[in-house]
């Protein structure tokens, strides 16, 4: 087991995280309070992580969209080859773009 630890006491980073049943996963998303992501941030990261910037260090739409693009990527995920994705409910996960995309590459949705 790994651990990443920011910097600067006190900042938090937002990691998005995708993991399967038998325990396969997506590589995470880490979101970092800042309003540029630099790659030297991903530093000791886990293999595949890949990093963006936002001043609140929270995800939004935008940060979602890119996230399921990464997790299509990784799954394989289709019209053809369906996936099912279980989500909390947060907020930046209900956007029209986000649902679109979900429908367009095969990813089962499944709210909680």
């Known amino acids: 087991m790994g651990k990443i630890t920011l ?13 399967n049943a038998i325990r396969q996963t997506v590589p995470l ?3 970092f309070p800042r309003v540029h992501f630099k790659l030297h941030m991903l530093t ?16 939004n739409e935008d ?3 890119d996230f399921l ?5 990784y799954t394989g995920a289709s019209i053809e080859n369906k996936v099912l994705l279980i989500l909390d409910g947060h907020e930046s996960h209900n ?8 429908k367009e590459h095969g990813i089962v949705l499944v709210p909680c």
Do not use: D, Y
């Not at 886990?46 to 910037?53: D, H, K, L, Q, V």
């Open 95 to 102: 956007s029209i773009r986000a649902t679109k995309f979900m």
């Open 7 to 19: 910097a600067e006491r006190g900042q938090l980073v937002t990691a998005i995280v995708a993991i």
């Open 44 to 59: 000791c990261a886990p293999p595949g992580t890949f990093g963006r910037a936002n001043p609140s260090g929270w995800t």
């Open 63 to 65: 940060l979602f969209l």
């Open 29 to 31: 998303l880490m979101i």
């Open 69 to 73: 693009h990464h997790f299509t990527s």
